[in-house]
């Protein structure tokens, strides 16, 4: 049996910062208005007002070409002039007002009326996917850059961090950890495999400052016997998901982030963050929130 090839380095299922890679997609059909809204709400801001200024500029050239399509429709516009015809259809689409050119004849006149509709249309439009986009409930969550893998109780427990970086809170948060791996079936096929990492404590009434994630590694834990050398073997990547409703919004928002073998640091520990101010008040140091030192270091 022919095995499938194995992924010749690891590749994130999550991105450090949280996004999905980019996937070749071999032998999917592609149409230009497939799943639009969609396009038009993930696409960044800069590319999502260069489609608007650009499809803006489009209706207003082809109406343009509309009003030349007969002579003497517009009062006072140069005649087979393009740019008099451009400008009087951004005046009718605005509704601006047209000030030396308007309409004079019945066909100009119609092609009026259906350009005021289709700005009417337009404009809704516009403005509904303007404020979609920033309605969209968006994480600040941090993660740490490194996990590390510490005795707790006497038991090796692989520990991470999350932080909100907001100044309010994320009610009822959960987390799901989740190793992935490759395998091999006994019949010889490829598998990249997923595991769940049960937490320590999965979830919390409130989210306001930080969170340190601790998985027991158990001989039931799917890391129990495993090594840095032997994760990286199997590619292996620990996929994090954090998910609450954010006070504020009163909406639910996710946070994504994972670690690959060689950012789990064994046998390390986290640096403090939390203290007290000299007057008594709670603190949180974001300075030391990535920081790690070996087991020993006493500093």
């Known amino acids: 049996m022919r095995l499938k090839p194995r992924l010749r380095s690891a590749q994130r299922i999550v991105a450090r910062d949280g996004e999905m890679p980019t ?43 509309a009003y030349l399509a007969r002579d003497g429709g517009i009062a006072n516009a140069r005649p087979g002039s393009f740019l008099d015809a451009l400008f009087f259809s951004v005046q009718t689409m605005a509704s601006i007002g047209y000030g030396a050119m308007y309409p004079q ?34 994480s600040r969550v941090v993660f740490s850059r490194c996990a590390v893998v510490t005795p707790c109780d006497g038991v090796p427990t692989l520990m991470f961090r999350a932080a909100n970086q907001r100044r309010n809170r994320i009610l009822e948060a959960r987390l799901w950890v989740t190793l992935v ?24 009434p409130l989210f306001a400052l930080s969170w340190t994630a601790m998985h027991a590694i158990t001989p039931d ?13 199997v590619n292996a990547e620990i996929v994090i998901i954090l998910t609450g409703m954010d ?36 603190s949180i140091d974001y300075r030391n929130f990535h920081q790690v030192k070996p087991l020993g270091d006493r500093h």
């Not at 791996?181 to 919390?204: I, K, S």
């Not at 834990?221 to 073997?233: C, F, H, K, N, V």
């Not at 963050?273 to 008594?280: A, H, K, M, N, R």
């Open 23 to 65: 996937i070749v997609r071999l032998g999917e059909v592609k149409t230009p208005w497939r799943d639009l809204y969609h396009r038009l709400l993930t696409l960044s801001w800069p590319a999502f007002v260069l489609v608007l200024a650009l499809s803006y500029l489009a209706i207003n050239a082809l109406f343009a070409l």
């Open 105 to 138: 004849t019945n066909y100009a006149n119609w092609l009026v009326i259906l350009e005021a509709f289709i700005g009417l249309l337009l404009l809704a439009m516009a403005t509904g996917l303007c404020f979609a986009r920033f309605s969209l409930p968006r």
């Open 181 to 204: 791996r490759d395998e091999t079936t006994a019949e010889g096929e490829f598998f990249r495999r997923f595991y769940d990492l049960a937490l320590v404590r999965a979830q919390t």
């Open 221 to 233: 834990s799917p890391l129990y016997g495993e090594t840095s050398a032997s994760l990286a073997a």
């Open 247 to 282: 006070e504020t919004l009163s909406q639910t928002i996710h946070a994504r982030h994972s670690f690959l073998a060689e950012e789990i640091r064994w046998n390390h520990r986290f640096v403090d963050i939390l203290g007290q101010t000299p007057d008594g008040r709670r």
